[in-house]
């Protein structure tokens, strides 16, 4: 039901025309700080700001599947670590990069769609329980299967080294490739989301009897986005491959896919921008809490959790909202005046359906 | 066939540990439809609390009631301070609010106590008795007793008290049981606290075989889940029934069939479950749900 | 005295209000009907007495103001709601349905007496009093839920729409039991109708709603004499 739309604040064409102009404008400063970045900041931030990338794209996925689509998914872990053991295993076998990145996209997609054909007819927790297994079961596989994944030692691939020609330094250049592919990602997923198929995700989420009826297959459209959760997730472990250079069965833990839904949701559940604040959040506030007092991280890391969760229940991403709602709303107290009720909030509000749209009786 | 009797021995005990944090599961969502990640964390601290007390000099079964006492407190004021606060919004929000809960606890526990193992006293003696040719642990045996007891009593309270009914009546219905008087929020937090001392009671008892530590229950939680999916989620008896199977087969896969092995045990329950769950989806015990238009 | 009185109340779900001022009362072993179309506010204004809904003015019961006590609050103080849809315990089984009504009370002999009498103004509840309430029949779960608002002893009984979704014949003996139990327990009663006939079977008087807002009030025969409230509410 939310979206990411954030409210224009003026209304009429000349409103829509400032507000599209803004978001141009955010779009370009945000382009040239992402290019500039790298070359002005340490080996230490390009880190930071790479994996923020890298999970981005991880969640990018899992809100794919979770926030659009509605269902639960506990196993992007187990398709990052399945992307990062294919693009381990094709680098150290000399596969060309955009073809090993190709596979880790592919792969797993179709370990997702396998998964989903099973597991998509069954309700909502049934499906948790599924996705749940894979991280669980992908650890103990991962050691076992040592000639594919080096084992319980993990896979150390030294790659990516920045070519003599761009004059760039190796964190650099790294930067710039996971960037360059989590900037296609997401306006791939941005248009996606915004076009019939986005449409259908929705409905679905929002009640599956009334998209069978609109000729809309539930079936479907889940297994397509979770399809799509599993190639971004595959893909996320390819540029994580490209930052850490190694990858282990601890990639895969289950604890990795509980932190990327609340890493999700903290930045906004079915929202675009949503996974990139999420990521930011994933990677730096362990950082930030270790570095407050590392004895507690764990617990300030949680202690913010929460916090976040109380502030913005919609999670980040709905900030700009929220202020520009506390704001109006202290300006209506000046001037009370009747707004008309939008349907969105007499039915949130109510415990019960109000009688203004209850319509039809069984 | 002594071997097999152990096996299945140990396995029911592995068992009964998952049923009594699936039943708290179990008990969470019937009222508040949430999936409570949490229910590890509370368990972990109030074993934790009875780990203190034996250090102290306490006797375990003191220990423990102490800890029941203490999960039962817990679990009350995490229901009323902070679930409350999420109880009515986006599910994905309450439940990530579950899973902050589990890393504060889980923090908390580890700020006190540090990330290392430590040893914890058993409540039984370390004998093994003889059953039909076969040698049981008498852990193994007081575990499952224990958890018996437990379930008989907490059916003796939901079917015959009057508290009981309460309960059932706001996890059927809060809004309606608030018009007949129900105090629905008190019953909520009796809830919670409920499931917080089942946790404290499974971890007290299998913090010996274990060790103690802030992510003792890390696994137990994901088996006592798939036990509350698989019993049907609103079903405690299922619940039961799904987290003794479970046991069972995975220390039968482990032991019998050489390719598993200790590590790829865990594989076992899992797969059981997916295929139990696309053949039958709404669990082994669960109603079938007809979501209307 | 009224038993019950709203004095200009609004209500609003969320940023959206739905009552703009309702005003009307309830005599001491009275028994008034809220009639209107769809969308009036009928639904609203029971919910605005049972504290189940953000207000604004006065609600008074037995002089006391009630507005902004919650449901388990006004529950105590004597009013049963009795919702719409019915908000019957599924899982419960009918006798358990019946004995959560009670929940308030500490008379237990006299609470058994009062399930047989149920059971008595019910015979389809006696026949499955062991069954769980969610097997039953929509007639059944609406006599089941007036008989759980009775089980409360109540001083006030709030009948939401328990026409709704009934066959005629199903909803004229839902009614000729809620007579019953008002001459026979003197329960005063705040029945909302979409069907007037049935209304009038019980209440002496009625206020008509539309959008929120009070259109009409009167004594039964003033309102049945009324050519628009025929033609409106009562089919011609």
Known sequence: MATSMAAPTTTGRAGHRTSRWKGVAAVGVLGIALVVAPLVSSPYINYQLSSIAVFAVAILGLNIVMGYTGQVSLGQSAFLGLGAYIAAYGILHGWPGPLTLLLCAVVPAAVGTLVALAAARLRGLALAMIT???????VPLARRFADFTGG?????????????????ANDQWRYYVVVLIAVVAFALARNLVRGRIGRSFAIVKENEAVALSMGVSPYRTKVLAFTIASLLGGVSGFMYLAIVQFTSPETLVFATSINLVAAMVIGGSASIVGSALGAAYYVLVPVLAGQVNSSRTALISGVVLLAVLFALPAGLVSLPRRLARLRSSSRRTQHPQQDPPTPDEATRSASAPSEATTDQHS | MSFFIQVVVDGLSNGAIYAAIALAIVLVYRATALINFAQGGMAVAATFLAYALTRAGVPVLLAL??????GFVLGAVVERGVMRHFEGGDPDTAVVATIALLVILGGASAYFFGYEPH??????PNKTIEVFGAFVSLRSIGTIAVLLVVMVALQVLFRSTKLGLAMRAVADNPQSSALSGLPVSRLLMIGWGLAAALGAIAGVLVAPQLFISPGMLDFVLVYALASAILGGLDSPLGAVVAAAFIGVIENLAGAYLD?????????????AVIVILVVRPQGLFGRKVTVRV | MSLLELVDVTASYGHAQVLHGISFSLPENGATGLLGANGAGKTTTLRAISGTVRTTGRILFEGRDISGLGPDRTAHLGIAHVPEGRGTLGQLSVRENLLVGAYQRRDRKQVATDVDYVLDLFPN???RVRSNAAALSGGEQQMLA???????KPRVMLLDEASLGLAPSTARRVYEAVVRLRREAQVSMVVVEQNANLAFSVVDDATVLETGRVALSGSKDELMGMDAVRRAYLGG
């Open chain 1, 132 to 138: 749940l297994a894979l991280p669980i079961v992908g």
């Open chain 1, 152 to 168: 319980s030692q993990g896979r150390v691939v030294s790659w990516l080294r920045a070519p003599e020609s761009s004059g760039l």
């Open chain 2, 65 to 70: 009631l102490a800890a029941v006492v203490f």
């Open chain 2, 119 to 124: 040893q914890f006293p058993s409540l039984f």
């Open chain 2, 259 to 271: 390719f598993i092995g200790d590590d790829l045990k865990i594989a076992v329950p899992f797969v």
């Open chain 3, 125 to 127: 509840l006696q026949e």
């Open chain 3, 146 to 152: 007036v008989g759980r608002a009775f089980m409360a």
